[in-house]
T-cell receptor
Framework: GENVEQHPSTLSVQEGDSAVIKCTYSDSASNYFPWYKQELGKRPQLIID?????GEKKDQRIAVTLNKTAKHFSLHITETQPEDSAVYFC??????????????FGTGTLLAVQP | GAGVSQSPRYKVAKRGQDVALRCDPISGHVSLFWYQQALGQGPEFLTYFQNEAQLDKSGLPSDRFFAERPEGSVSTLKIQRTQQEDSAVYLCASSRAQGAGQPQHFGDGTRLSIL
């Protein structure tokens, strides 16, 4: 089955700096890769996603890149702000040809933005 | 409602008791997912519904776990004879349609503690 690895597990940056979180996946048939932000005790919130037919997507300060050949995708946050501090999860949807679109999550990255 | 609603937010039960967790998906969303999130980990898939049909229950950890969505809207996750290892946050997510690449929107979860 699909396996998603995420690095680093913790990341501390100064306000205004960029942050990069990387994930790799094992199933080459996976075709959808969302990123979620989860604050303590809150729900995971979808912040950006990318499909396998696209190499890069950007939304204001957030961007995601996908390298299908290497089976890895990355989240880039520019001009970080203290409110970006949270746990970030990457995920992949394996395409088994069936109806299930379950998400396989990485282990999370705790991002701390220091003011 | 505006988002996925889960109840109760917190549930404390003694080992051996049965519990029932409720999920109200976003109105009109066809797909509904249950995930289990242990402390410090990413969510793990439990089961998936398309309307009232449970199409994938491969993630349910044992036959003590049972889920239903009888009318294709509200879903209930039931855990019988609870064990301490069942302690976790149970997250529900819904998406508008079936098929790969459909964004999943999460509820705030139910934090279950088994004493």
């Amino acid at each position: 089955g699909e396996n998603v690895e995420q690095h680093p597990s913790t990341l501390s940056v100064q306000e205004g700096d960029s942050a990069v979180i990387k994930c790799t996946y094992s199933d080459s048939a996976s075709n959808y890769f969302p990123w979620y932000k989860q604050e303590l005790g809150k729900r995971p919130q979808l912040i950006i996603d990318i499909r396998s037919n696209v190499g890069e997507k950007k939304d204001q300060r957030i961007a995601v890149t996908l390298n299908k050949t290497a089976k890895h995708f990355s989240l880039h946050i520019t001009e970080t702000q203290p409110e970006d501090s949270a746990v970030y999860f990457c995920a992949a949807t394996p395409n088994y040809g069936g109806a299930t679109n379950k998400l396989i999550f990485g282990t999370g990255t705790l991002l701390a933005v220091q003011p | 409602g505006a988002g996925v609603s889960q109840s109760p937010r917190y549930k404390v039960a003694k080992r051996g008791q049965d519990v029932a967790l409720r999920c109200d998906p976003i109105s009109g969303h066809v797909s509904l997912f249950w995930y289990q999130q242990a402390l410090g980990q990413g969510p793990e898939f439990l089961t998936y519904f398309q309307n009232e049909a449970q199409l994938d229950k491969s993630g349910l950890p044992s036959d003590r776990f049972f889920a239903e969505r009888p009318e294709g809207s509200v879903s209930t996750l039931k855990i019988q004879r609870t064990q301490q290892e069942d302690s976790a946050v149970y997250l529900c997510a819904s998406s508008r349609a079936q098929g790969a690449g459909q964004p999943q929107h999460f509820g705030d979860g139910t934090r279950l503690s088994i004493l």
